[in-house]
């Protein structure tokens, strides 16, 4: 329960701070923040989906566990 409240806490300053700085940053830097963010899921959703599909067995071969 207390992790929860953390987290939502945590929510609320993140979101609070980003709406007093945004006005404040150029345009270009608000682009490559969101960009960056972007890169960053698509890179842990890939790590995520080929940490499912393929598998390295204890003697080092790679083995296929399924398809998309």
Do not use: K, Y
């Amino acid at each position: 329960m207390t992790g929860t409240l953390v987290n939502a806490a945590a929510i609320v300053a993140g979101g609070t701070l980003g709406l007093c700085f945004r006005r404040g940053l150029p345009a270009a830097v608000q682009d490559a923040a969101m960009q960056a963010g972007g890169l960053g899921v698509c890179m842990i959703s890939l790590a995520g989906i080929l940490e499912q599909m393929l598998r390295a067995g204890p003697d080092g071969t790679i083995t296929s566990a399924g398809g998309m």
